[in-house]
C-alpha cells in the first residue's frame, strides 16, 4: 500500500494560556477572545480570534470551510470532487479557481514522487476507514485497484478551467491537503479582514496561528504536542510557533481495528 506524506504523526493542541491572562499588549487586544466553531470537513473546526469586533470575520471564516467541505467531500452528492471522479474516463469537469488550485497543488506533491498521490481513492474507498461500513479488503482487491492511483492520469485545461480523470475508475481523494489548504484559506480571509492576532484549528490535526500570543506583550504561541502511544501523558513535547501553519496526521483516532492489528486511516 502507499504510504502518505504526513509531517507528524501526533495531535496538536494549543494551550491558551492568554485567554486567563490580564497581561495584554499594546495591540489593544481582547483579553477574552472571540471564539467560534462548527463541525464540517469530517471534524470538529473553531476560530479564535483576540481583535476587537471581528465578530462577523470570525463567523465568515467557518463559512469558508463549510463550503470547502460541499466542494470536496468524496460522499456528498453534487460535490465538485464527486463530479470529477464520476466523469473519470469520460469527460473533464469545469471546476472553480479554488478547486482547480487545490487539485492542481495536490498533483504537483503527488509529482514529487515521495509515495503521495491524491488518486489515492480508488484504495482508500475500499478500506473507507473511519465510516460503519469499513472493513479490511483483500489482498487482491488492493492489486486491482492499485493500476488505478497514478497522478499521471489528471489531465488539466487551465483556459477553460477544467479537471479531468483520463482513467475510468480513478478517483480523487483530497483527505490529506484538503483541510491544511482550507485553514490557509481561512487565514487569509482573516487577515484581510484585519485580524491579527488567533488561531485556526481544523481537529487539532491543522493548526494556524496568526501572529503572536497576546500573553506577555507578544510571546509565541505554544502548541503542544501529544504522545501518539501513551494517552495518559500530557505532551510528548512543544512547539514555539509565530504566524505560522502545523500540519499533522494522527494514526490512533481514526482506523479499523480487525484481529487485534490496528489500521491507520493513512494508506
Known amino acids: 500500500m502507499k504510504k502518505l506524506f504526513i509531517f507528524l504523526t501526533t495531535a496538536v493542541s494549543i494551550f491558551l494560556l492568554a485567554a486567563c491572562s490580564s497581561n495584554t499588549d499594546a495591540r489593544n487586544l481582547l483579553e477574552q477572545p472571540i471564539k467560534k466553531d462548527a463541525t464540517t470537513m469530517g471534524t470538529y473546526i473553531q476560530v479564535t480570534v483576540y481583535d476587537k469586533g471581528k ?25 465538485v470532487i464527486a463530479e470529477i471522479n ?35 481513492g480508488p484504495l482508500s474507498k475500499l478500506w473507507n476507514i473511519g465510516f460503519p461500513d469499513a472493513r479490511k479488503p483483500e489482498q487482491a482487491e488492493i492489486n486491482a485497484v492499485l493500476p488505478l492511483i497514478n497522478h ?23 483527505g490529506s491537503i484538503a483541510k491544511g489548504y482550507t485553514a490557509m484559506k481561512m487565514v487569509e480571509y482573516l487577515k484581510n479582514n484585519g485580524v491579527t492576532t488567533g488561531i485556526v484549528d481544523l481537529g487539532s490535526s491543522s493548526i494556524y496561528v496568526i501572529g503572536q500570543s497576546p500573553r506577555n506583550g507578544g510571546d509565541p504561541w505554544t502548541i503542544a504536542i501529544k504522545d501518539p502511544n501513551d494517552s495518559e501523558k500530557s505532551q510528548l513535547g512543544i512547539l514555539k510557533a509565530r504566524d505560522q501553519h502545523v500540519n499533522t496526521s494522527g494514526i490512533y483516532e481514526r482506523y479499523l481495528e480487525v484481529g487485534g492489528h490496528r489500521y491507520s486511516h493513512i494508506l
Open 152 to 174: 499521471q492520469f489528471l489531465e488539466f485545461d487551465e483556459q477553460k478551467s477544467t479537471v479531468y480523470l483520463s482513467q475510468k475508475g480513478a478517483k480523487l481523494d483530497l
Open 55 to 79: 465578530e462577523k470575520a470570525v463567523e465568515e471564516a467557518l463559512k469558508i470551510a463549510e463550503k470547502y467541505d460541499d466542494w470536496i467531500s468524496v460522499d456528498k452528492a453534487g460535490s
Open 86 to 120: 464520476d466523469k473519470a474516463g469520460l469527460q473533464p469537469v469545469k471546476v472553480n479557481s479554488d478547486i482547480y488550485e487545490l487539485i492542481k497543488l495536490g498533483y504537483n506533491y503527488s509529482a514529487k514522487n515521495m509515495g503521495y498521490d491524491i488518486t489515492i
